[in-house]
């Protein structure tokens, strides 16, 4: 069964690790379509706002750029109920207060997601790239497989080409999550897709961070790497994170590895 048909069949639906609108707009539509067709709960999870889903989730968890690893296990916390000895262990020696501090999603949020699900059937969990790129994928993936094995929730990739990693990985010997590194001042999420990969489009918020305006050439510094864009005030953006559109085959510092970057936005001198 693909992800279209389990997404059709599902009345309970968390997205955790990707920015739907940019990421693949058919699995969107899915998801909207099963919201209508079989009364579907929602919950969408991201540390940014998706503008496109306001009117259709149910719940938006918004959690620090970075922090899916301490995500993955307040997932694990909240809705494996029933495991085994050394599974149980892990969960009693995580702090979760600390966890879900340090990744800015609270624990009451959780718990509502676990309520929402509670009268449902066909209940469904899908990963974006966010989780694959990230640094910690490989314990974060362990978590995930283990939430797939003791939990009612159908845990599936939004790609087809991580899939496999999910498909292959039962490893309970799970690590406490590592202390969050902190993404401040101006950060930037890579997208790819139809979007215009010559602009970087950001909140007002993020644009007096930046010290740039609407229209404004600008030069991307990620590491030494400099790629000149445009920048674009979008209103419907809140918060400190910039979307920027690349092209899949770019070598460069913001086309690698996690999708969040720290970078320097350098104002182009005319």
Do not use: W
């Amino acid at each position: 069964m693909n992800i279209k048909e389990i997404i059709a069949k599902s009345d309970y639906i968390i997205t955790f690790g990707s920015f739907l609108s940019a990421d693949n707009e058919q699995i969107q539509e899915a998801i909207i379509q099963a919201i209508a067709k079989n009364s579907a709960e929602f919950v969408y999870m991201h540390p940014i706002d998706n503008v496109d889903l306001k009117v259709y989730y149910s719940q938006f968890i918004k959690y620090e750029a970075g922090s899916e690893e301490g995500i993955s296990a307040l997932l694990l916390d909240t809705f494996v109920k029933s495991s085994n000895e050394k599974i149980q262990a892990y969960l009693d020696d995580l702090d979760i207060g600390y966890i879900s501090a340090e990744s800015s999603a609270g624990e009451e949020e959780f718990e509502e997601a676990y309520e929402k699900s509670l009268e449902k059937k066909q209940k469904t969990l899908i990963l974006g790239r966010d989780i694959f790129t990230h640094e910690r994928v490989e314990n974060i993936t362990k978590i995930l497989s283990v939430i797939r094995k003791y939990s009612d929730l159908t845990v599936i990739s939004l790609e087809e080409e991580y899939q496999y990693i999910l498909d292959e990985i039962l490893n309970e010997n799970l690590e406490e999550p590592k202390e969050l590194h902190s993404y401040n001042g101006t950060v930037v999420y890579r997208t790819y897709g139809n979007e215009n990969t010559d602009i970087i489009v950001g909140s007002e918020s993020f644009a007096r961070i930046a010290k740039v305006a609407n229209d404004d050439e600008v030069l991307v510094n990620c590491m030494g790497d400099k790629i000149k864009k445009t920048f674009v005030v979008n209103k419907d953006l809140y918060g400190t994170i910039a979307l920027c559109a690349m092209k899949s085959d770019d070598s460069n510092c913001l086309s690698q590895g996690y999708r969040y970057k720290q970078v320097k936005i350098e104002k182009v001198d005319e």
